[in-house]
Protein backbone atom coordinates (compact mmCIF):
# COMPACT_ATOMS: atom_id res chain seq x y z
CA UNK A 1 0.00 0.00 0.00
CA UNK A 2 1.51 3.52 -1.31
CA UNK A 3 2.00 5.98 1.89
CA UNK A 4 -0.21 8.47 2.12
CA UNK A 5 0.44 12.53 2.61
CA UNK A 6 0.07 14.30 5.98
CA UNK A 7 -3.76 15.37 6.13
CA UNK A 8 -5.18 12.13 4.63
CA UNK A 9 -3.73 10.27 7.78
CA UNK A 10 -6.58 12.89 9.82
CA UNK A 11 -10.12 11.64 9.74
CA UNK A 12 -12.71 14.01 10.58
CA UNK A 13 -15.12 11.92 11.69
CA UNK A 14 -13.03 10.02 14.03
CA UNK A 15 -14.22 11.67 16.98
CA UNK A 16 -12.62 10.76 20.19
CA UNK A 17 -12.30 6.92 18.91
CA UNK A 18 -8.50 5.26 20.24
CA UNK A 19 -8.70 2.70 17.79
CA UNK A 20 -10.54 2.70 14.59
CA UNK A 21 -10.61 0.04 12.39
CA UNK A 22 -11.89 -0.39 8.77
CA UNK A 23 -12.49 -3.48 6.46
CA UNK A 24 -9.35 -5.19 7.80
CA UNK A 25 -8.00 -8.46 6.50
CA UNK A 26 -4.93 -10.13 7.05
CA UNK A 27 -4.00 -13.61 5.36
CA UNK A 28 -1.17 -15.59 6.00
CA UNK A 29 0.64 -17.16 3.20
CA UNK A 30 2.29 -20.83 3.53
CA UNK A 31 3.06 -23.78 0.82
CA UNK A 32 0.67 -22.42 -1.85
CA UNK A 33 -2.13 -21.96 1.02
CA UNK A 34 -3.64 -18.91 2.04
CA UNK A 35 -5.52 -19.04 5.31
CA UNK A 36 -7.39 -16.17 5.85
CA UNK A 37 -7.09 -14.89 9.52
CA UNK A 38 -9.16 -11.54 9.87
CA UNK A 39 -12.13 -11.12 7.42
CA UNK A 40 -13.33 -7.28 7.15
CA UNK A 41 -12.94 -6.48 10.31
CA UNK A 42 -14.17 -3.44 11.31
CA UNK A 43 -15.04 -2.09 14.91
CA UNK A 44 -13.91 1.12 16.82
CA UNK A 45 -12.87 1.88 20.75
CA UNK A 46 -13.75 5.29 22.72
CA UNK A 47 -10.81 7.08 24.30
CA UNK A 48 -10.52 5.35 27.61
CA UNK A 49 -12.44 2.49 26.86
CA UNK A 50 -11.96 -0.81 28.90
CA UNK A 51 -12.48 -3.33 25.66
CA UNK A 52 -12.46 -7.19 26.12
CA UNK A 53 -12.00 -9.41 22.49
CA UNK A 54 -13.35 -12.86 23.12
CA UNK A 55 -13.59 -16.15 20.76
CA UNK A 56 -12.10 -19.06 19.89
CA UNK A 57 -8.42 -20.31 19.66
CA UNK A 58 -7.55 -19.34 16.33
CA UNK A 59 -10.11 -16.53 15.72
CA UNK A 60 -7.50 -14.13 14.30
CA UNK A 61 -7.66 -12.13 18.53
CA UNK A 62 -3.94 -11.87 18.60
CA UNK A 63 -3.37 -10.94 14.93
CA UNK A 64 -5.71 -8.40 15.10
CA UNK A 65 -3.78 -7.29 18.08
CA UNK A 66 -0.12 -7.39 16.32
CA UNK A 67 -2.10 -5.10 13.77
CA UNK A 68 -3.34 -2.13 15.79
CA UNK A 69 0.45 -1.95 17.48
CA UNK A 70 2.15 -1.93 14.26
CA UNK A 71 3.75 -5.22 15.14
CA UNK A 72 2.26 -6.89 11.59
CA UNK A 73 1.16 -5.88 8.20
CA UNK A 74 -2.58 -6.01 6.78
CA UNK A 75 -3.42 -7.05 3.68
CA UNK A 76 -5.60 -4.41 2.81
CA UNK A 77 -7.91 -2.37 5.09
CA UNK A 78 -7.50 1.11 7.51
CA UNK A 79 -6.52 1.29 11.45
CA UNK A 80 -6.32 4.96 12.95
CA UNK A 81 -4.70 5.58 16.40
CA UNK A 82 -5.78 8.76 18.04
CA UNK A 83 -7.34 9.64 14.76
CA UNK A 84 -3.45 9.16 12.92
CA UNK A 85 -3.68 6.28 10.47
CA UNK A 86 -1.14 3.59 11.14
CA UNK A 87 -1.88 2.05 7.88
CA UNK A 88 -0.14 2.99 4.74
CA UNK A 89 3.25 4.71 6.73
CA UNK A 90 6.95 3.09 6.41
CA UNK A 91 8.22 1.36 9.10
CA UNK A 92 10.08 3.91 10.98
CA UNK A 93 6.41 6.21 11.17
CA UNK A 94 4.41 3.06 12.21
CA UNK A 95 7.41 2.18 15.08
CA UNK A 96 7.20 5.89 16.49
CA UNK A 97 3.60 5.29 16.43
CA UNK A 98 4.07 2.74 18.09
CA UNK A 99 6.44 3.71 20.43
CA UNK A 100 4.07 7.00 20.95
CA UNK A 101 1.29 5.55 21.85
CA UNK A 102 1.05 1.53 22.63
CA UNK A 103 2.15 -0.40 25.45
CA UNK A 104 1.89 -4.19 25.30
CA UNK A 105 1.67 -7.06 27.70
CA UNK A 106 1.65 -10.71 26.61
CA UNK A 107 0.53 -14.14 27.70
CA UNK A 108 4.22 -14.53 28.41
CA UNK A 109 6.00 -12.13 30.11
CA UNK A 110 9.38 -12.21 28.57
CA UNK A 111 11.25 -10.89 31.53
CA UNK A 112 15.10 -10.71 30.92
CA UNK A 113 15.43 -13.70 33.74
CA UNK A 114 19.16 -12.31 35.14
CA UNK A 115 17.74 -8.50 35.61
CA UNK A 116 15.93 -7.62 38.94
CA UNK A 117 12.19 -6.28 38.87
CA UNK A 118 13.72 -2.46 38.66
CA UNK A 119 15.82 -3.53 36.15
CA UNK A 120 13.41 -5.43 33.63
CA UNK A 121 11.44 -1.85 33.65
CA UNK A 122 14.71 -0.04 33.56
CA UNK A 123 15.58 -1.33 30.20
CA UNK A 124 12.57 -0.74 28.88
CA UNK A 125 12.81 3.11 29.77
CA UNK A 126 16.39 2.72 28.06
CA UNK A 127 14.93 2.01 24.79
CA UNK A 128 13.01 5.30 24.94
CA UNK A 129 16.16 7.51 25.71
CA UNK A 130 17.69 5.75 22.50
CA UNK A 131 15.31 7.69 20.84
CA UNK A 132 15.02 10.69 22.20
CA UNK A 133 17.29 11.58 25.46
CA UNK A 134 14.59 14.55 26.28
CA UNK A 135 11.65 12.02 26.04
CA UNK A 136 11.42 10.98 29.66
CA UNK A 137 10.91 14.32 31.18
CA UNK A 138 7.87 13.89 32.95
CA UNK A 139 7.05 10.31 32.83
CA UNK A 140 7.35 7.58 35.42
CA UNK A 141 10.24 6.20 36.97
CA UNK A 142 10.83 2.44 37.21
CA UNK A 143 10.08 2.10 40.96
CA UNK A 144 6.96 4.18 40.53
CA UNK A 145 6.06 1.97 38.14
CA UNK A 146 6.80 -0.49 39.88
CA UNK A 147 5.03 0.80 42.98
CA UNK A 148 1.80 1.66 40.91
CA UNK A 149 1.58 -2.37 40.45
CA UNK A 150 2.11 -3.23 43.52
CA UNK A 151 5.75 -4.12 43.64
CA UNK A 152 7.15 -1.64 45.68
CA UNK A 153 8.66 -4.17 48.21
CA UNK A 154 10.13 -6.77 45.56
CA UNK A 155 12.25 -4.27 43.25
CA UNK A 156 15.52 -6.04 43.37
CA UNK A 157 13.92 -9.42 42.95
CA UNK A 158 14.58 -11.89 39.55
CA UNK A 159 11.54 -13.38 37.71
CA UNK A 160 12.50 -16.69 38.84
CA UNK A 161 12.25 -15.05 42.71
CA UNK A 162 8.48 -14.14 42.01
CA UNK A 163 5.21 -15.78 41.79
CA UNK A 164 3.76 -16.01 38.20
CA UNK A 165 1.83 -13.32 39.20
CA UNK A 166 4.15 -10.92 40.48
CA UNK A 167 6.31 -11.65 36.99
CA UNK A 168 3.45 -10.35 35.11
CA UNK A 169 2.69 -7.14 37.27
CA UNK A 170 6.63 -6.09 36.36
CA UNK A 171 5.83 -7.01 32.68
CA UNK A 172 2.28 -4.52 33.13
CA UNK A 173 4.88 -1.79 34.95
CA UNK A 174 7.31 -2.52 31.63
CA UNK A 175 4.69 -1.62 29.18
CA UNK A 176 3.73 1.48 31.08
CA UNK A 177 7.03 3.38 30.95
CA UNK A 178 6.41 5.66 28.17
CA UNK A 179 2.44 6.25 29.49
CA UNK A 180 1.06 4.61 26.53
CA UNK A 181 -2.19 6.64 25.44
CA UNK A 182 -3.17 2.36 24.61
CA UNK A 183 -2.34 -0.65 27.00
CA UNK A 184 -2.92 -4.28 24.41
CA UNK A 185 -3.09 -6.70 26.81
CA UNK A 186 -3.13 -10.25 25.07
CA UNK A 187 -4.81 -12.77 27.71
CA UNK A 188 -2.65 -11.10 30.54
CA UNK A 189 -4.49 -13.53 32.96
CA UNK A 190 -4.01 -16.46 30.66
CA UNK A 191 -1.35 -17.83 33.15
CA UNK A 192 -2.34 -16.89 36.20
CA UNK A 193 -4.20 -18.47 39.03
CA UNK A 194 -7.52 -16.74 40.33
CA UNK A 195 -5.97 -14.74 42.96
CA UNK A 196 -3.56 -12.99 40.56
CA UNK A 197 -6.13 -12.63 38.25
CA UNK A 198 -7.72 -10.39 39.85
CA UNK A 199 -5.05 -8.44 41.29
CA UNK A 200 -4.21 -7.94 37.57
CA UNK A 201 -7.35 -6.70 36.87
CA UNK A 202 -7.38 -4.22 39.57
CA UNK A 203 -4.73 -2.48 38.01
CA UNK A 204 -6.29 -2.78 34.57
CA UNK A 205 -9.00 -1.34 36.08
CA UNK A 206 -7.53 1.14 38.18
CA UNK A 207 -4.93 2.43 34.85
CA UNK A 208 -8.29 2.90 32.51
CA UNK A 209 -10.27 4.79 36.05
CA UNK A 210 -7.54 6.93 37.54
CA UNK A 211 -4.86 7.21 34.32
CA UNK A 212 -7.24 7.18 31.40
CA UNK A 213 -6.26 4.58 29.31
CA UNK A 214 -7.65 3.02 26.78
CA UNK A 215 -7.42 -0.74 27.25
CA UNK A 216 -8.16 -3.63 24.76
CA UNK A 217 -7.90 -7.31 26.38
CA UNK A 218 -8.00 -10.69 24.84
CA UNK A 219 -9.25 -13.62 27.24
CA UNK A 220 -10.82 -16.98 27.43
CA UNK A 221 -12.57 -15.69 30.45
CA UNK A 222 -15.68 -14.41 30.26
CA UNK A 223 -15.63 -13.17 34.06
CA UNK A 224 -12.32 -11.48 33.18
CA UNK A 225 -13.91 -9.92 29.94
CA UNK A 226 -16.51 -8.72 32.10
CA UNK A 227 -14.43 -6.23 34.42
CA UNK A 228 -14.25 -4.28 30.81
CA UNK A 229 -16.51 -1.99 29.50
CA UNK A 230 -17.35 -3.64 26.49
CA UNK A 231 -16.73 -7.50 24.56
CA UNK A 232 -16.48 -7.86 20.96
CA UNK A 233 -16.43 -11.74 19.84
CA UNK A 234 -14.50 -12.97 17.64
CA UNK A 235 -15.34 -16.38 15.74
CA UNK A 236 -13.20 -17.30 12.39
CA UNK A 237 -11.48 -13.93 11.69
CA UNK A 238 -14.86 -11.94 11.75
CA UNK A 239 -16.78 -10.00 14.29
CA UNK A 240 -19.29 -11.88 15.38
CA UNK A 241 -21.32 -9.96 18.15
CA UNK A 242 -20.96 -7.57 21.06
CA UNK A 243 -22.12 -7.08 24.45
CA UNK A 244 -21.29 -4.61 26.71
CA UNK A 245 -21.07 -4.49 30.86
CA UNK A 246 -21.42 -0.97 31.89
N1 LIG B 1 2.81 -16.40 11.61
C1 LIG B 1 1.79 -17.16 11.21
N2 LIG B 1 1.86 -17.88 10.05
C2 LIG B 1 0.82 -18.62 9.63
N3 LIG B 1 -0.36 -18.71 10.28
C3 LIG B 1 -0.48 -18.04 11.43
C4 LIG B 1 0.57 -17.23 11.96
N4 LIG B 1 0.14 -16.68 13.13
C5 LIG B 1 -1.11 -17.12 13.31
N5 LIG B 1 -1.49 -17.94 12.30
C6 LIG B 1 -2.81 -18.57 12.15
O1 LIG B 1 -3.78 -17.55 12.17
C7 LIG B 1 -4.94 -17.96 12.88
C8 LIG B 1 -5.24 -16.98 14.00
O2 LIG B 1 -4.20 -17.01 14.95
P1 LIG B 1 -4.19 -16.06 16.23
O3 LIG B 1 -4.38 -14.66 15.80
O4 LIG B 1 -2.98 -16.38 17.00
O5 LIG B 1 -5.52 -16.56 16.97
P2 LIG B 1 -5.97 -16.41 18.51
O6 LIG B 1 -5.09 -15.40 19.16
O7 LIG B 1 -7.40 -16.00 18.43
O8 LIG B 1 -5.84 -17.76 19.11
C9 LIG B 1 -4.67 -19.38 13.37
O9 LIG B 1 -5.25 -20.26 12.46
C10 LIG B 1 -3.16 -19.47 13.33
O10 LIG B 1 -2.76 -20.79 13.10
MG1 LIG C 1 -3.80 -15.54 20.79
Known amino acids: MEAQSGASHITANNGNKAIRVENLRKDYRSGGNTTQVLKEVS ?16 SGKSTLLYLLGGLTHSDSG ?12 GDADITRMRYDKIGFVFQRF ?23 GSQRKGLPSPTELLELVGLGDKLHRRPAEMSIGEQQRVAIARALVRRPAILLADEP ?32 DPEVAGQGDRTLYMVDGCINGEGRHK
Open 110 to 132: NLLPTLTSVENVEIATRLTIFRN
Open 43 to 58: FSVDQGEFFSLMGPSG
Open 78 to 89: RIWLDGVELTGR
Open 189 to 220: TGSLDRQNTEKVLEILCKLNSEHGQTIIMVTH
